[in-house]
Structure formats: C-alpha cells, structure tokens
C-alpha cells in the first residue's frame, strides 16, 4: 500500500508542477512523494504496532518502544527529505534504513506473520518475492530523486 500512496503522490505532484511551475521537477516531486509515504508508514506504526511489534525476532527487547521509534524516525525523514540542508543526508540514511529493513522482512516472511490482522497467518516467503524488489526500488527512488540530482556520489 505505501508503493501507491508514493506513486499516487507523485502522479499528482508532477501534475500540479505542470499547470502551476508549466514545468516538471522530477527529483522535488519524488523527494515530496517519497515524505508522503514515510509519514503513511509512520502512521502505520501507531495502528498496527502489535502486527509491528511480532515482525521482531523473540530476542530484541521494547518491541512496541522500537515500532513507535522507528515511525518516529520516519516522520523525521519525511521531514529531512524536504529540508535542502538535510536532504542527502536524510537520503543516505533512508538507504541504510531500507537496507536494514530487509532482515525484518525477512523474519516476517519466515514466521508467516500478517501485520494488519497481527496473527501468525501471512503470505509467507511468497511475500519476499515483492518485498525484495519493493525495498530496491524505494533505495533507487531515494537515491535519483536526491543523491543523483545533487551529485552527491
């Protein structure tokens, strides 16, 4: 759901560029749909913490406490990303995040752990099919919508 609310904002902000600026700004409208999805996730941390929360192996501790904090740290990207000063440092940061995300995908997928319904009853390792693939193309959309545009290599 977070990849249509990303695609859906960018969609719309290219469009009101369009008929406001008579122009296109690929890389602000992706860095502004790209805040718009981190703060759609970070909302899910606050309704589906206990989904959240069982995506954690058994032994890292303040499972609840480390959802709440990681949608936190997610509205603070969502702001970074918009901000000039911050911007590709935030975006260097996302990366390593959705990097980091991976093992916790993966853990999920293993424990068939559906996050909505917080139950043991998900799709499985058939998730990681889209899961990989989803986290490598939110890492390129960071990545081109401000490191490239900035020539920050």
């Given at each position: 759901m977070a990849?249509?609310?990303l695609l859906i904002v960018f969609v719309l902000t290219i469009l009101s560029m369009k008929v406001t600026r008579?122009?296109?700004?690929?890389?602000?409208?992706g860095r502004i749909a790209m805040a718009a999805m981190l703060v759609f996730?970070?909302?899910g941390h606050v309704l589906f913490t206990k989904g959240m929360s069982m995506m954690l192996p058994e032994a890292i501790p303040y499972k609840i406490e480390l959802v709440y904090l990681t949608g936190i740290v997610e509205l603070i990207a969502a702001i970074g990303l918009l901000l000039p000063r911050f911007r590709v440092m935030t975006a260097w940061w996302l990366i390593a995040f959705f990097i980091l995300l991976l093992p916790v995908n993966i853990y999920a997928a293993v424990k068939h752990v559906d996050l909505l319904k917080a139950t043991f009853e998900g799709n499985g390792l058939s998730y990681l099919w889209?899961?990989?693939p989803l986290q490598?193309?939110?890492i390129s959309w960071v990545y081109l919508s401000v490191i490239k545009k900035y020539g920050m290599i």
């Open positions: 990849e249509i609310v008579n122009g296109y700004n690929f890389a602000l409208s996730t970070a909302i889209y899961r990989i490598l193309f939110f």
